[in-house]
């Protein structure tokens, strides 16, 4: 008779009795059996956990339900949970639970209650879902332990020995480790920025994934200045000017990828912040079919892309996806009959075919400047990475109205408010309404993952609250964010834009011309056809992309 954890997978439907019987007399009925048929791919790690709780008298977890805690997490050294294969998850009083493969290992359970002193409730949990929170938030802890230790000691030459390669082998400095590490986990967990924070008491490592800020990790001051004296050196700034705020750029390679990271740093009361701006220069391009628009905006934005001339500005506030919808406009236009030049800063992305500058301030190559400088090398479409004072934004209507057409961004919250802000900057009305021919404003929300979404409920008190309105054709389905291993458990995985497209009309020009408000020009846009940022989110809302939480966030 099939008995325990064998008895436990029969009753789960996972395996058949008589099957089974062989592998028991072969494995017993305990772990090894367990991860025979992990290794055959019989079953799953959760339905082995599952399987593993029913046949001890444990409880299951589900990690991907659980908010780690980096306070109860530093309980237990982490040596400790990689040894045993165990996560603390939550403290109260006297007790500390405790996620385990093997709620049978009373070494393990015994060596953690001697640590902590706390009495050890055990949970069990899946073996790769607990690896995924490993891989989070214990391998940095490993190399910072050894880190602290070392840097106390260590001369400023030791710690801030450099190399720009990732793959370090074992010989490497703690610093340079622990650096590269830092990077590479970034870069994995698809991080847009690192977040280095100096406190009172701690160091605070954030990263910043689909545009929301994850702390992942958190030390000792100690390991300060060695990381900040690594990063300095790496990306050839002062290391000795602690006073005043620095930028600097980094380029690594990581398993043959190259990465680009634009660190800027800043004085704080506890010390020197810094923050790294991940460009993967490697990343896939985007298409202008991913970009998602609705067929309304598509064919407006194509249509503006299009033209042999004009201004095309795509607006929204820093980390909204403005320099992606141009490269990928870029893409679509660019050929070998067209000569495409641009001005950024930075070149964030390398495009074949097309000339790219960059600004230098240093050597006095600013915008307006190389503006100048290119349009004296016949060019067919400009980009300007943006349109920050009254000299570029004059040069670029200018080039717009001799037949150059000129891509741009601006710092806006909606699309009419790009022409009150031109006339602000200096630009003469009747030269703005001219040259413009649309405007895009736009944000990113997070897109739900599809390995785990699920069906939600919403009643149309919730809905009328929101502001979304049933579309006539109705819902077939809203959806909520759950959380697995592909999603590294937010729920959401890559980010989706929100557009707002407003092409010229002569009524338009006019009330430029005499310098109409905002709101009034907004007015004008609604009324021939311009679909507001919300409602192109509520459009993705229905369409199972994102949700009515995230729309809400970033249209605020």
Known sequence: MVTGLAQALVAAGAVDAQEIAADVDRFGDGTALGRELISRGVVSERTLAESVAASTGTR?????????????????????????QLLPIERSAHRLTVGIVDPTDLVALDDVSTATGLVVDPVVVARDALQTVFGRFLRSDEELTELSTVIEGASTAARTSFTLSLDEGDDATPVVRFVNL????????????????PGEADLTVRFRIDGVLHEVQRADRTIQDGVLSRLKIMAQIDIAEKRRPQDGRISVTLEGRTVDLRLATLPTVWGEKVVMRILD??????????LLMSPGNDARFREAIRRPHGMVLVTGPTGSGKSTTLYTALSEIASPEVNVVTIEDPVEYRLPGISQMQVNPRAGLGFSTALRSILRADPDVLLVGEIRDRETAITSIEAALTGHLVLST??????????????????????????LTAVVAQRLARRLCVECRERADLDDETLQSAGFER???GVDAFYRPVGCRACSYTGYRGRVALHEVMTLSEDLEQQVVGRSRGRELRDIALAQGMVPLRDDGWAKVVAGIT??????????
């Open 60 to 84: 299951f977890l589900d990690l991907a339900a659980v908010t780690i805690d980096p306070a109860v997490l530093a309980l237990v050294p982490s040596s400790l949970c990689r040894r045993f």
């Open 182 to 197: 830092l990077i590479a986990q970034a870069i994995t967990d698809r991080a847009s920025d690192i977040h280095i924070e």
């Open 281 to 290: 220069t490697s990343e896939r391009r985007v298409s202008m079919a991913e």
């Open 410 to 435: 601006m710092h806006t919250n909606d699309a009419p408010s790009a022409l009150t802000r031109l006339v602000e900057i200096g630009a003469e009305p009747y030269l703005v309404g001219t040259a």
């Open 471 to 473: 579309p006539e054709h």
């Open 547 to 556: 949700t009515i939480d995230e729309v809400l966030r970033v249209t605020a």
